[in-house]
C-alpha cells in the first residue's frame, strides 16, 4: 500500500493570456490531495473522501460503467471516477500490468471546482501512488506528462499543461505554450485564498476573453499587458519585496476584470484582501466566481475575508516548494 | 435678474488617460447648477442653496477676506465663494464695469464634489446670468474659455477643459488636450448614477496613475488602451447599440482599476448596475470613490443600485443635449 499527495495551486500572474502564448506563473500551495493505492485481485475499488467541502464518499467496482450507488452530484462523481480510471491506467501501462487491480483512497484539502487544481493534483497522486505500488518510480516530470495525458482525456483535449506540470513539481512554475519549467530560488510566498463556494463556466469565459480579442485591438493590447506583468513579476519572485509583486497582482486583477472574467463577490474578496491589509490580490484562475488569491504576511486579509458576505471560506495556503511526494 | 443654468457631466470615457493626450467624452447630464443674478450698489453678496447634499446657506458681502457667519465645512466654502467671486469677475471684465455690485443665488442639482463638474456648472451658469445681467451676450465657447480661466484661478492652475466645455456647450464632447468640440448627432443617452457620498483625492489619484505609467511600460500601454476606446466608443455614439457601449464602459472600468482609481465602494455599484441590468458601467470620473455611471433604459440598475450597501443615493440623469441656457 503506498500513498503519495500533491499540491493544488494558484495562478500567481497571467491565467488567460496563457491560451494566447503568453507566460504564466502558477504555484504550488500548502493544499494537498492525498491518494492511497492498494493493489487487489482484480478490478477498481474507489474510495473517495472530503473531496468536495462537504464531502461524499463512492465505492465502486468495475470500470467506466459501475454506477456506485450515492447521493452525490453524479456529473461530479462521474468525472472524478474518469481521472482515477484514467491515471490507474497509467500506473498499470507503465508497469505494464493491464490487468492489476486496485483499490484507490482519495483525500483532498483542495477544494473542488474552485480553480485550485483540485482534479491535476488528485490524478498526480494516483499516477504516483498506483505506480509505486506496481514497483515503477515515475520522475516528476514523467508524472507531469502523465497527469497531462490524463487531464486531455478525461477533459475532452481542453487541458493545460500548467496545472499538473505545477503539481508535480511543486514551488513556482512558469508555462509558455507547452514549455513548463521550474522557477528556481522562491522560498516563500505568503498566500492567503478566498473563495465564494462558486466557480465560473470556464468554457464561456474562454470564449468570451477570445470574442473581446478578436473584436477589439485594445482588447489583445490588454491580453498583451498581462504577459507583460508576468515578465515583470518574473523579476521579483525570488525577492521578498511583496509590494512591487502586490502591485503587479492588483494591476493583474484589473486587466482581466476589463477582460470581462471576475464578479461581485471576487471583486468584493479582492478588495476586502486590499483593505485587510495584503499587498496585493487578484482573482486566480479561470473567474467568474471561485478563488481569489491575495499576499500577506499578517493575519489582516485572512480576518477581512472571513468577514466578507459571499466569501464562503478563507485560508491560508503558502507556496509549496514540494510537489507530489510519497507520504 | 437673469437666471442661468448649466449641466453637470459624466465621463462617458477617457479619464485619467485624457491627461497623457489621449482623448475623452465626457457628456452633459440632466442635473444642473441655477445662477441668478441681480445687480445692486456695490460688492457680492451670495447666497448658496443645496450645494451640498445637505445644503447650507451662504451670505456676504465683500472680496476673499470676507467670512460668511455659518456651520458649513469652511474650505467647502470659501472654494465655492472662491468660484463664484472669479466668475463675477469674468462678466465685469466682459460688460467693462469692474465695480459692478451682485447679488448672486446658486442652486444646484448636481452634488458637490462627486465628481459630477457640480463647480464647472455653477462657474458657467454665473458667467452667462452675470453678463447677460450687465447685458453682454457671451456665446457658449466664450462662456466655457471663461469659465476654463476661472477653474483654472480657483484650482491652482489644475483645471481640466473638459468639464466646463461640457457645461456650456451641453450633449457629448470629445476632448483631446486643449482641444475640445461637441460630437453631434447624439440624441439620448440612458445614463443612471450611483453615488457613494464620498470623493477620492484627484491628485493623489492622478498621481498614482502617473508613478505606474511611469514605471511599467503595461501601465502605459493601459492608458493607450483607454484611448482606444474611446476611439471605438465614438464610432457607437450616435447610434442606439447600447450594449456595444456597454461592453467599452465595462472594459473601460477594468482598465481604470488596473491603474488604481477604482475601489471597494465603486466596483460594488459597478456590479449592482450591471447586474441590474445595465448594458455596461464604470466609474467616473477621478475615482477613488464618488459615482459610477451605468447604461440602462430600464429601473433595473436604479433599483439595484438603491439595495446596494454603500451607494448613498442613485437616480437617472440622461444625457443633456442643452449646455448653458437663460432660464
Sequence with gaps: ??????????????????????????????????????????????????????????????????????????????????????????????????????????????????????????????????SRELGVELTPEEIADRAYQVEYAVQDGQASRADTFCSAMGGAVRVEGDDCRRIGGVGNLPFVIGYDGGAGDTGELVAGVRQLREEYDFAADTVGAIGDIVREGESVLGTDDYDSMGELLNFNHGLLAALGVSSRSLDAMVWAAREGGAAGAKLTGAGGGGCIVALDETDGALTALRYTPGCEDAFRAELDTDGVRRE
Design 1 to 130: 500500500m503506498v500513498t503519495s499527495s500533491a499540491p493544488g495551486k494558484v495562478y500567481l500572474f497571467g491565467e488567460h493570456a496563457v491560451v494566447y502564448g503568453e507566460p504564466a506563473v502558477p504555484c504550488a500551495i500548502e493544499k494537498r490531495a492525498r491518494v492511497t493505492a492498494r493493489e487487489i485481485d482484480e478490478g477498481l475499488r474507489v474510495h473517495v473522501d472530503d473531496l468536495t467541502l462537504d464531502g461524499y464518499t463512492v465505492e465502486y467496482t468495475g470500470e467506466d460503467d459501475g454506477h456506485p450507488d450515492l447521493e452525490a452530484d453524479e456529473s461530479l462523481v462521474r468525472a472524478g471516477v474518469g481521472y482515477i480510471n484514467e491515471a490507474v491506467a497509467q500506473a498499470r501501462a507503465v508497469a505494464d500490468r493491464p490487468d492489476a487491480g486496485f483499490e484507490i483512497v482519495v483525500e483532498s484539502d483542495i477544494p473542488l471546482g474552485a480553480g485550485l487544481g483540485s482534479s491535476a493534483a488528485v490524478v498526480v497522486a494516483a499516477i504516483d501512488a498506483a
